[in-house]
């Protein structure tokens, strides 16, 4: 009996320890939450107050279309900085909740060892039609596109904060309200509905739509395309509205395989102007709507209602109406937030959006 009430012991006193080691280890990881309380020492806006420290679960479930579904302790991933002016739909307007500075865990970064293994790999290789979803301790759940990871030209934009720093005006001193538990952070949103609390889990998603893929088709050429919402046939774009103004973008077209295209600017129409008429801006659209954008040889993209409709940064999606280009045309994208061209999609025949959250 008494050996056994050594072994207890020696075991919550070894056990003991090793807490407080991690505990050490822990905290010594973490940067100084130190700030510039005479907001005179440094030229950083970001830093003038107080950092608080976010409670809410740091181990992330991850699953889906992957080879090695699991749990990731995010602590252990680099800490990266968003600074984002949130506001929320409130009736026919906005409401305008604060401004922070969040510090946090790319989900770039997160899902970045784990091995994409597709459902229709064998019928669509691209990576292009996958999307994730995030889901919260309550349930709540938002949709992201692949693209929005690991496509745009600014990397990291999205994160899971674990503290928070009001961006207080200098005037008026308002003291926007804290959060209090972690918060999925899209820093390129406009308006913040999809920055859910305390996320627990994310899941990896291709799409199931069934297109016939005709690779190499020659030529490629599409006249009209077909809108689709929630699976119905709404209507069939056939040229662009009059009314609407042209947009010039300059850029260095550059794909992930086959590197530079041209330098040569893109002269469109955003395609949210083009589909404005159909969908509406609400929250149930914003944190769970999703585009399928299919051209005639069966190539395919996601992109979120948010990345289209609800961007704070003035990049857009162009839609280009080339009628007389018998190879690509009609109708083609340019997705200006990107670094590759490709969700760039040529002889665009269909868009299909609906709500998904499965």
Not at 194 to 208: A, G, L, M, Q, Y
Not at 298 to 319: A, H, K, P
Request: proline content about 4%; charged content about 25%.
């Amino acid at each position: 009996m008494k050996q056994t009430i050594i072994i207890l012991l020696l075991t919550s006193f070894t056990w003991s320890c090793n807490q407080t080691k991690d505990q050490k280890s822990s905290e010594k990881a973490l940067p100084d939450l130190s700030y510039d309380v005479d907001k005179d020492k440094t030229n950083d806006f970001y830093d003038d107050a107080k950092p608080f420290i976010l409670k809410g679960k740091r181990i992330i479930t991850i699953d889906g279309e992957i080879a090695n579904p699991g749990e990731m302790n995010i602590e252990k991933l680099p800490l990266r900085s968003l600074i984002v002016k949130e506001a929320h739909i409130s009736g026919d307007s906005n409401k305008f909740i604060g401004a922070y500075r969040y510090d946090g865990y790319s989900l770039y970064d997160i899902l970045n060892e784990y091995k994409l293994k597709k459902k229709n790999a064998d019928s669509f290789k691209p990576i292009i039609d996958l999307y994730v979803i995030v889901e919260n301790d309550e349930g709540d759940k938002v949709v992201l596109s692949w693209g929005e990871l690991y496509y745009p030209a600014n990397l990291h934009n999205i994160i899971i904060a674990t503290r928070v720093t009001r961006i207080v005006p200098s005037k008026t001193n308002d003291l926007w309200p804290l959060p209090e538990t972690t918060k999925l952070i899209i820093s390129h949103d406009l308006l913040t509905e999809r920055n859910i609390t305390n996320p627990v889990k994310i899941s990896i998603i291709s799409d199931d739509i069934e297109l016939i893929v005709r690779k190499g088709l020659k030529p490629m050429y599409a006249s009209e395309i077909s809108l689709f919402i929630d699976k119905e046939n709404i209507r069939t774009i056939k040229t662009i509205p009059k009314g609407l103004d042209e947009i010039e973008y300059e850029t260095i077209f550059y794909g992930r395989g086959r590197g530079i295209h041209s330098t040569t600017p893109f002269n469109g129409f955003l395609l949210k102007d083009i589909l404005k008429e159909d969908l509406s801006v609400t929250k149930e659209n914003i944190c769970q709507g999703i585009f399928i954008i299919s051209a005639e040889d069966g190539y395919r993209g996601v992109f979120t209602f948010s990345e289209i409709f609800n961007r704070n940064d003035q990049s857009g999606l162009l839609l280009i109406y080339d009628p007389s280009n018998m190879d690509g045309g009609a109708f083609r994208l340019f997705p200006s937030f990107d670094f590759f061209s490709d969700r760039a999609i040529k002889s665009v025949n269909g868009i299909y959006f609906k709500t998904q959250t499965r």
